[in-house]
Antibody, heavy 118, light 108 residues
Framework: QVQLQESGPRVVKPSETLSLTCTVSGGSIGCDYCYWSWVRQTPGKGLEWVGYISASGSGDQNPSLKRRLTISPDTSKNQFSLNLSSVTAADTATYYC??????????WGQGILVTVSS | EIVLTQSPATLSLSPGETATLSCRASQSVSSFLAWYQQKPGQAPRLLIYDASNRATGIPPRFSGSVSGTDFTLTISSIEPEDFAVYYCQHRANWPSLTFGGGTKVEIK
């Protein structure tokens, strides 16, 4: 059973960089046809796809975030990470990591609420 | 860009009734649509993929169908644990992923 766990700071100051890590267990991030994704949800709102990456480093990002976003794999640790620069209050959200296989998000982490506040 | 519109925004039902949730695509798309359930304080959970296939462990009261650009999630004889928010998702804009706005199923 694949499990994902998000970790990182829960409070980030405006204009700084939000950095999160997703640790994958029960399976390899190098699995066939797998991508590893970030999805966020602002309080009381719907789901927003942030981006995804494969173990080899190929992937895509939400065009609205692309300028500020980096998603990277770390195959040695079976992890992948998210870095979102120049954050504002609008980036306050619960961030979920998830596995994408055949374009479906089949396994999800529990989510981590990140608040942008001084 | 294809947009997914879910309706209704809120559905009020009593346990035992049937829930019918709609997800409409703004233009013709393939049948690669998924449905997710999200309960308060929890991550979304995959229910249905490829429009009508139940994910592992999902009970048969959940079913999906498609007619043209209209996708439907049906929950037959809804149970108390089924009250949640439901989202549809499609790969139509691949490599981008697209979510619908969600339908909240609440207890009447």
């Amino acid at each position: 059973q694949v499990q994902l766990q998000e970790s990182g700071p829960r409070v980030v100051k405006p204009s700084e960089t939000l950095s999160l890590t997703c640790t994958v267990s029960g399976g390899s991030i190098g699995c066939d046809y797998c991508y590893w994704s970030w999805v966020r949800q602002t309080p009381g709102k719907g789901l927003e796809w942030v981006g995804y990456i494969s173990a080899s480093g190929s992937g895509d990002q939400n065009p609205s975030l692309k300028r500020r976003l980096t998603i990277s794999p770390d195959t040695s640790k079976n992890q992948f990470s998210l870095n979102l620069s120049s954050v504002t209050a609008a980036d306050t959200a619960t961030y979920y990591c998830a596995r994408v296989k055949w374009e479906v998000l089949d396994y999800w982490g529990q989510g981590i609420l990140v608040t942008v506040s001084s | 860009e294809i947009v997914l519109t879910q309706s209704p925004a809120t559905l009020s039902l009593s346990p035992g009734e049937t829930a019918t949730l709609s997800c409409r695509a703004s233009q013709s798309v393939s049948s690669f649509l998924a449905w997710y359930q999200q309960k308060p304080g929890q991550a979304p959970r995959l229910l249905i993929y490829d429009a009508s296939n139940r994910a592992t462990g999902i009970p048969p009261r959940f079913s999906g169908s498609v007619s043209g650009t209209d996708f439907t999630l049906t929950i037959s004889s809804i149970e108390p644990e089924d009250f949640a928010v439901y989202y549809c998702q499609h790969r139509a804009n691949w490599p981008s992923l697209t979510f619908g706005g969600g339908t909240k199923v609440e207890i009447k």
